[in-house]
T-cell receptor
Framework: QKEVEQDPGPLSVPEGAIVSLNCTYSNSAFQYFMWYRQYSRKGPELLMYTYSSGNKEDGRFTAQVDKSSKYISLFIRDSQPSDSATYLC????????????WGAGTKLIIKP | DAGVIQSPRHEVTEMGQEVTLRCKPISGHDYLFWYRQTMMRGLELLIYFNNNVPIDDSGMPEDRFSAKMPNASFSTLKIQPSEPRDSAVYFC???FGTGFTGELFFGEGSRLTVL
């Protein structure tokens, strides 16, 4: 079993829908959780970063961490075709970029 | 700032040939990372440097892979000899500091195909 599980998709939704992307993990010591967005033929870029449990909101994006269930989510409100990309979750026990454990990424398609 | 710059963007080579991938990190960043991305294995950290010094190369798959950082503005990843299973997208990333407040900035990647 992988430490971080993420459904590769693709997930296809109509424009304007609320999107929910998820990752589950097995290591209860993870404390730092990130979401990266990767457009086709580009490198990943950091979207949101959360420490420990709770929610974090940034515009149309909300990151949620449920440590009791070992489950993290990224919600996108009012989805736009420009949100079409692969979304990768990443997490770590300590505050260090070099110990990130990555999910496989979920490909999201927003249909106009 | 121009961001992390990688070259070449695409490389097609034959098995047994030497491949050199290049990276220019963002000026002022003190950490540099080399990643490999494939459909099967996702993103894998190969090696990272701090202030031009290799810190952890445990992700380098075999002795055929080597990486150098001769100065703060340049790094190379070399594969010699290359094999078809090395086909992947190789990313270079840099950051200022290693904590998550020091965001990882990725280049656009070098897509390697080994025939």
């Amino acid at each position: 079993q992988k430490e971080v599980e993420q459904d590769p998709g693709p997930l296809s939704v109509p424009e304007g829908a609320i999107v929910s992307l998820n990752c589950t993990y097995s290591n209860s010591a993870f404390q730092y959780f990130m979401w990266y967005r990767q457009y086709s033929r580009k490198g990943p870029e950091l979207l949101m970063y959360t420490y420990s449990s709770g929610n974090k909101e940034d515009g149309r994006f909300t990151a949620q961490v449920d440590k009791s269930s070992k489950y993290i989510s990224l919600f996108i409100r009012d989805s736009q075709p420009s949100d079409s990309a692969t979304y990768l979750c990443a997490m770590s026990v300590v505050d260090s970029n070099y110990q990130l454990i990555w999910g496989a990424g979920t490909k999201l398609i927003i249909k106009p | 700032d121009a961001g992390v710059i990688q070259s070449p963007r695409h490389e097609v080579t034959e098995m047994g040939q030497e491949v050199t991938l290049r990276c220019k990190p963002i000026s002022g960043h003190d950490y540099l990372f080399w990643y490999r991305q494939t459909m099967m294995r996702g993103l894998e950290l190969l090696i990272y440097f701090n202030n031009n010094v290799p810190i952890d190369d445990s992700g380098m798959p075999e002795d055929r892979f080597s990486a150098k950082m001769p100065n703060a503005s340049f790094s190379t990843l070399k594969i010699q000899p290359s094999e078809p299973r090395d086909s992947a997208v190789y990313f270079c990333a840099s950051s200022f500091g290693t904590g998550f407040t020091g965001e990882l900035f990725f280049g656009e990647g070098s897509r390697l195909t080994v025939l």
